[in-house]
Structures are given as structure tokens and as C-alpha cells.
């Protein structure tokens, strides 16, 4: 089965600091690779998936941007950090594209400050 | 514009009742849907799907529903157990994605 391994878990940052989070993959091959972001209120929101190295589709406008440089390697990145960038956020990948169903990873917590 | 609602945020219920938590969804382009369940500070585990030309599907304690005509499911868990208690989301999707609604916070009390 799979695992996804997310770092770091908890991360705390100043307002205009750059961000990276990074997740990877074991136990699959060409996997669809997803960030989700959890913040108050919001629920789960899909921001960034990838088909495939050096494809990346983005659901949501922001400062935000995603890179997949590897097969199993999903990069979450901001250049310069708002608040509103807090939250809790997951890297997940696809077990079966058919049915929609996805393994989490652990999340990273981020705190904006 | 959300594809998929869970309109109540939280829902409280005896431990060895049934719990139904609800769904619902605009975009009747979704091939399936799906039930993740979240403890705090963990990643969400999938718990139970169903594919849109079904209309239950049953996995235990937990049972889905889908009512296509009405764009409605529910998760029903019976019965309750306090190691429930947990937010779950509702997610909807076709190749390969998964919109998720806002999620609704189950507290099975014992």
C-alpha cells in the first residue's frame, strides 16, 4: 500500500517569508498527487494536482504554487507568505483514479505570524 | 461557488443511536463520492464510497446513501460508538479529483 510522507509537520512563519512543504511517495508509481488545504471554516480545499512530472493544475488562485519534480516528489511553495496562509495542509495521492479514493499524508500545520 | 455542502457544521448524538450525517452537491457531473473521516491533526482516512450509478452502498456500521434526483447523500452509522467522534467530509469528484465540503464535526457521546 501506499505511504505519503509530508515535512515538517508544524512549521511557524513571519508574514513575507518564504514557504516550502514538502511530500513524497512510496508504494505507487506515477501517482495524480494532490494539495489539500484545511483552514477554519473552509473545509478541506483542493488547491494544486499533477497528472505528472512537470504538470501541475491549479483550483484556486493565490500566492501560492506547487512543482513536482519527481514522480513521487509534490513541492508546496510561496514566496512570500500572508496570513491568510495558515492552515493545515495535506498532501494526498490517488489510490484508484476510477472511484476518487486517496491516501492523506499526516498534514503540515502552518502558523503565519 | 461550492460544489459540495455540508450544511451542518456539527452533530451530536447517544453512543448506540444512529448518526446521519448529510450531503449535498451541485455538480451532476461527479462519477462518485466518497466519506473521509478527520481527527485533529491527522491526515483524513477514507471510510466509505459510492459510485453514482448506485444508489446505497454498505460497509459495516456505515451505509451510504445517494439520492441523484435530489443531488443527496447521507452517511448513516449505526451504531454510534464514542471512537466515532471525529469531523467527516463528503467528497465528490470524476477522474480522479475530489471536491470535499466543509466538513461536519460528529461527538458520539457515551
Known amino acids: 500500500s501506499q505511504t505519503i510522507h509530508q515535512w515538517p509537520a508544524t512549521l511557524v512563519q513571519p508574514v513575507g517569508s518564504p514557504l516550502s512543504l514538502e511530500c513524497t511517495v512510496e508504494?505507487?508509481?506515477?501517482?495524480?498527487l494532490y494539495w489539500y488545504r484545511q483552514a477554519a471554516g473552509r473545509g478541506l480545499q483542493l488547491l494544486f494536482y499533477?497528472?505528472?512530472?512537470?504538470?501541475i493544475s491549479s483550483e484556486v488562485p493565490q500566492n501560492l504554487s506547487a512543482s513536482r519534480p519527481q514522480d513521487r516528489q509534490f513541492i508546496l511553495s510561496s514566496k512570500k507568505l500572508l496570513l491568510s496562509d495558515s492552515g493545515f495542509y495535506l498532501c494526498a495521492s490517488a489510490r484508484d483514479s476510477n472511484t476518487g479514493e486517496l491516501f492523506f499524508g499526516e498534514g503540515s500545520r502552518l502558523t503565519v505570524l | 461557488d461550492q460544489q459540495v455542502k455540508q450544511n451542518s457544521p456539527s452533530l451530536s448524538v447517544q453512543e448506540g443511536r444512529i448518526s446521519i450525517l448529510n450531503c449535498d452537491y451541485t455538480?451532476?457531473?461527479?462519477?462518485?463520492f466518497l466519506w473521509y473521516k478527520k481527527y485533529p491533526a491527522e491526515g483524513p482516512t477514507f471510510l466509505i464510497s459510492i459510485s453514482s450509478i448506485k444508489d446505497k452502498n454498505e460497509d459495516g456500521r456505515f451505509t451510504v446513501f445517494l439520492n441523484k434526483s435530489a443531488k443527496h447523500l447521507s452517511l448513516h452509522i449505526v451504531p454510534s460508538q464514542p471512537g466515532d467522534s471525529a469531523v467527516y467530509f463528503c467528497g465528490g469528484g470524476s477522474q480522479g479529483n475530489l471536491i470535499f465540503g466543509k466538513g461536519t464535526k460528529l461527538s458520539v457521546k457515551p
Open positions: 499533477s497528472v505528472g512530472i512537470g504538470q
Open positions: 455538480n451532476s457531473m461527479f462519477d462518485y
Open positions: 508504494g505507487t508509481s506515477n501517482p495524480n
